[in-house]
């Protein structure tokens, strides 16, 4: 079974964000090893880019159908848009990232469930209270905001600058992986490859976005 991508969208969220890292799990060199679904509060949603992105499944039917997801992606967007949505914590993006990280765990054996943010897309996640007790990252220019938005929680956050940062939510061992902007996002992904399939992978679909990829220790440039 290919490892299910549920991407959140929403409007002004910048396509870059959830594209890049799309791009990198679509081309692993197992081509079926993720599939993705788009989920959406409208059917058609403006990108902070003015492009308009098709929903595959609305957050009410994805709120049903949780288990079906292994991973789930939130990008960031317009810094004013997700200030605002992340200030309400009864948004149905809210309420859909903290449905996902309270989910119990899963059967020894199973495959671990990821969330996956991308920029500033972490203030979600904070406002969910999904980055307690570890430490994140999100885009420089919002490092304060996300501080701010998970001192309302209980459990620290340490917010640190990084090109991306990974904790474990207990008790249901959900792996959170925070990235900041654009590129960072793509370093993450394939940092997602390299725990779910292998280096070989990771590097392989670096190497066919013809992409530098930067870990948390080191810079690592496929052989062509």
């Known amino acids: ?43 058609l949603t403006t990108t902070c880019a003015h492009l308009r992105v098709p929903r595959d499944m609305s ?23 997700l200030a605002a949505l992340a200030q309400n ?15 119990s765990d899963r059967p020894s054996g199973s495959r671990q469930r990821t969330i996956f943010s991308v920029c ?5 996640l904070g ?7 570890m430490t994140a990252t999100t885009h420089h220019l919002c490092l304060d905001l996300l501080r701010d938005q998970c001192a309302k ?10 090109r991306y940062e990974v904790g474990i939510l207990s008790p249901n061992n959900i792996r959170v992986l925070t990235a ?20 070989a992978d990771a590097l392989a679909s670096a190497k066919m976005n013809e992409f530098t990829w930067q870990t948390k220790d080191e810079t690592i440039c496929p052989s062509y």
Not at 71 to 81: A, E, F, R, T
Not at 127 to 133: I, Q, R, S, T, W
Not at 153 to 162: L, P
Request: charged share 15%.
């Open 120 to 124: 500033s897309g972490a203030l979600i």
């Open 1 to 43: 079974m290919p490892i299910s991508v549920a991407i959140l969208v929403y409007q002004d969220a910048d396509p870059l964000d959830f594209g890049g890292p799309l791009g990198i799990l679509s081309s692993s060199v197992l081509h079926d090893a993720f599939s993705f679904t788009i989920i959406a509060q409208q059917e």
């Open 127 to 133: 406002a969910a209270g999904a980055l307690a007790g």
């Open 59 to 81: 957050v009410d039917e994805a709120h049903g159908k949780l288990s079906q997801f292994d991973v789930l992606l939130v990008p960031g967007g317009s810094v004013d848009s």
């Open 153 to 162: 929680h209980e459990g620290r956050t340490n917010v640190v600058h990084s």
């Open 89 to 103: 914590t009864d948004s149905p993006e809210v309420n859909f990232v903290k449905a996902f990280s309270q989910q």
């Open 180 to 199: 900041g902007g654009v590129t960072a996002g793509m370093d993450a992904a394939c940092y997602l490859i390299s725990l779910e399939l292998s280096m």
